[in-house]
């Protein structure tokens, strides 16, 4: 493709989710009331883990990182959403649109985030006896920091890919944020090597994440059913349904993304939806509502600071 010699783009405009016109309102609502469940919710949930000394475990340390992710993660779109469904400007700086790519180093964070707490499940299943050795402090601090240079690694490399690129024009965002296949779109140079670095990318990270889960819940669903008394089967596996369900909602959409016969616009938008604004909002739903240890400190923080506070 060769290079049109026109303005370079300074500034983009997110046109927001297709087929929504007239919905503004609702769409306000559902953005800020989702918005406001997450951060209370994995909030909520970071108090639990940083109060209680029951909690210092592998497993719940995991949690906290993953309680931060989902912090951030509708944080990188929704704030401006929200702001041009109130009737502001629609559009963002190249700059801006540039910083929402980190939406990337968020997801692939979280990618190896559910790997490693399914490798932690599989430790404390099938090694019990040597679960303190296997995921000790050290070991649990590396897999952390692997996990963030890993992702920061990955999104700094689609993110140099993609804005190298020229833009001249047009500068309409066929989506509600800067994401990677609409902004490519409106490149005025060859994106051949962009497209094909950033979907081989995600879609290989996905893949082996995915596989190692696999192999991880194989090798734990063995193990129960090992297990003689059905109490013990249930125990072991209650501890791992939350973990379950977090995937399945996690890569429900990226499957929805990747095995599409053909590209729908309303699909790629709706599938973000989910991804940044909807799963982030239900993981401190699925993580407390059968957790006794996370109610019972989380009961005992906020008993702690009414107490504080009525002191």
């Known amino acids: ?35 406001l469940l997450t951060l209370l919710g994995n909030l909520l949930i970071l108090l639990a883990i940083l109060t209680s000394s029951n909690l210092h475990t592998p497993m719940y340390f995991f949690l906290g990182n993953l309680s931060v992710f989902d912090i951030f993660f509708p944080s990188v779109s929704s704030p401006k959403m929200m702001l041009y469904l109130m009737g502001q400007s629609r559009t963002i700086s190249y700059q801006g649109c540039a910083s929402q790519i980190f939406y990337h180093f968020l997801g692939c964070t979280e990618c190896f985030l559910y790997t490693v707490m399914a490798y932690d499940r599989f430790s404390a299943i099938c090694h019990p006896l040597r679960y303190t050795v296997i995921m000790n402090h050290r070991v649990c601090t590396i897999m952390t920091l692997g996990t963030w240079m890993g992702s920061c690694l990955h999104a700094s490399v689609l993110t140099f890919l993609i804005f190298k690129l020229p833009y001249c024009g047009p500068s309409e965002v066929d989506n509600f944020f800067c994401d990677i296949p609409m902004v490519l779109s409106l490149a005025c140079a060859d994106t051949s090597l962009a497209q094909t670095v950033s979907f081989t990318n995600v879609g290989v990270v996905s893949l082996i994440c995915f596989l190692l889960i696999l192999t991880s819940y194989t090798r734990i669903i063995i193990s129960i059913l090992k297990i003689s008394s059905s109490e013990g089967r249930h125990r072991a596996f209650s501890t791992c349904s939350a973990h379950l369900t977090s995937i399945l909602l996690f890569y429900g959409p990226v499957f929805l993304t990747y095995l599409q016969p053909a590209s729908s616009s309303w699909l790629d938008s709706v599938v973000p939806v989910l991804n940044n604004i909807v799963t982030p909002s239900l993981n401190p739903l699925i993580y407390t509502l059968r957790n006794k240890d996370v109610k019972l400190a989380l009961r005992k923080a906020l008993m702690q600071g009414v107490h504080t506070c009525g002191a």
């Open 1 to 35: 493709m060769k290079m049109r010699n026109h303005t370079p783009v300074t500034e983009f405009l997110l046109m927001g989710i297709p087929h929504t016109k007239g919905l503004e309102n609702v769409l306000f609502v559902f953005f800020l009331a989702f918005y």
